[in-house]
């Protein structure tokens, strides 16, 4: 919880510096940036390490990031760095991508269904999805085969199950508590 509402506090401030200077490219940064060290064990145990000098662990950083990564998001991320608050990063990013989408006026939509669907049929949900909230629609489409078929739609903490897999278990469900009910007998 701590750390929910620290990263709400970071994010909004860099989001205000972002809003001046360039939303899409801090907001890009952050991503690359929290992927590098989230997929590499060995810059996320230097970093995480609490016996390891802040400069030796900015001067690992400044290796690692290059010339790839803006000033803003350097400079950023070297302060969470110097308040020792650099686990903080992936909620920062996500907090920061939540507040630029809103920005920006998209809306990410999560789609999970049993088999890859075409581009036409992402395109399809994505005209749906975005008549139904008005916004731009970024889509992240998943397969998982435990649907067995149709789509389960999660957009923020909406969520629109039209599954094969949910059919059933809904079903399974009011045949046991009509099954549960004491049943008349006899002619009326």
């Known amino acids: 919880m701590i750390n929910g509402s620290l990263a709400r506090r970071y994010s ?16 890009a940064d952050l991503r690359e940036l929290t992927k590098l060290i989230e997929e590499n064990e060995q810059v996320k145990s230097t970093l995480l390490h609490p016996h390891i000098s802040l400069s030796v662990k900015k001067s690992i950083m400044d290796k690692l990031l290059g010339d790839e990564f803006g000033e803003v998001t350097r400079h950023f991320f070297y302060l969470l760095i ?11 990013q996500r907090e920061f991508s939540r507040l630029a989408d809103e920005a920006r006026q998209v809306v990410e939509a999560k789609v999970a269904s049993a088999i890859e669907l075409s581009a036409s049929q992402l395109d399809d949900l994505k005209k749906a999805i975005s008549r139904m909230t008005g916004k731009d629609v970024r889509i992240k489409s ?3 085969g435990e649907l067995i078929g149709g789509v389960l739609i999660q957009i923020g903490d909406r969520v629109m199950d039209g599954t094969i897999a949910h059919a059933l278990t809904k079903m399974r469900e009011d045949l046991r508590r009509t099954s549960e009910k004491p049943q008349e007998v006899g002619v009326k």
């Open 12 to 27: 909004q401030a860099l989001f205000e510096i972002a809003s001046e200077t360039s939303l899409d490219t801090i907001d």
């Open 142 to 144: 998943e397969v998982r």
């Open 82 to 92: 110097d308040k020792k608050r650099e686990n903080l990063l992936p909620f920062v």
